[in-house]
């Protein structure tokens, strides 16, 4: 038991610790790939809104109308809300950060510094997407004939309906990973057990010899094995140990009688 806890107990510790590290960063990223992709699957669901809020706003601009003045756009945005009733408002800004247009009485409360507003308009893709906690921010970018930015179209979505469904997965996840490493986790103790067999057979044999100074009796092991080898070296050592021992005795016993004399 004193060989286990020094040697293998370590070992399998050792091993379990990064079994432990690389499941959990496996969990950590399957955690986070699982949340994008269903911010992914909403943000394509919603770009049919912005698509038909875009295609208003370029017919508007054909008519000659600046985005500022077309009037009808605020009944749109209500309209197109009701699509989807996680829509919790949706939002239109011009270049500036400016809010012009909204599906609800009050407007866009952000600061045309913030992290959305410089994600609506200053973007690479057009088709845009934030998520944040508790909500999901997603548009499309606005565009005149020359192509210059004109403003932006923002989705305010409430997350809580598919967060309960990223729950459950994550617990589900979290569950596996847990079942994976305790099959694993058998497995390696059973592996480090039989594997170091030989090691602990020859770590037997040194406690053995300091603790009871027991000769070692390599005939009782097998002759193929790591420890029988090692048990007959400590023999050989033990015969050559006593035999100096003997011709050191003597040596100091004439030496002493004459010493008498």
Do not use: C
């Not at 996840?173 to 480090?192: K, S």
């Not at 602990?200 to 009782?220: G, M, S, T, V």
Request: negative net charge; glycine residues 4%.
């Amino acid at each position: 038991m004193r060989v286990f806890l020094e040697v293998h107990l370590k070992l399998i510790a050792t091993i379990w610790a990064i079994l432990i590290s690389v499941l959990a960063l496996l969990l950590l990223m399957n955690t986070i790939k699982f949340s994008g992709l269903m911010s992914a699957v909403v943000s394509s669901k919603l770009e049919v809104v912005t698509a038909s809020i875009e295609r208003s706003v370029i017919k508007a601009e054909q008519l000659g109308l600046p985005l500022q003045e077309m009037n009808n756009l605020s009944d749109l945005l209500v309209r197109e809300k009701h699509r989807d009733p996680q829509i919790r408002a949706i939002h239109v800004v011009d270049r500036h950060g400016n809010p012009l247009f909204s599906s609800e009485s009050a407007a866009l409360s952000v600061t045309p510094d913030s992290l959305l507003i410089r994600r609506a308009l200053f973007s690479e893709e057009a088709a845009w997407r934030l998520d944040e906690e508790h909500a999901l921010y997603t548009g499309l970018q606005l565009f005149d004939a020359t192509g210059g930015l004109t403003g932006s179209i923002i989705i305010d979505y409430d997350k809580s309906r598919y967060a309960a469904d990223i729950l459950r997965v994550n617990d589900r996840l979290l569950m596996m990973t847990l079942a994976v490493f305790l099959v694993f986790a058998v497995f390696i103790f059973l592996a480090v057990r039989l594997g170091f067999g030989e090691v602990n057979a020859i770590f037997h044999l040194l406690h053995a010899q300091r603790d009871e100074h027991a000769p070692p009796q390599p005939d009782n092991m097998k002759t193929d094995s790591l420890s029988y080898q090692f048990a007959r070296q400590m023999e050989q050592r033990e015969k050559i140990k006593s035999g100096v021992e003997q011709e050191l005795s003597q040596l100091v016993s004439p030496s002493s009688g004459a010493e008498h004399k």
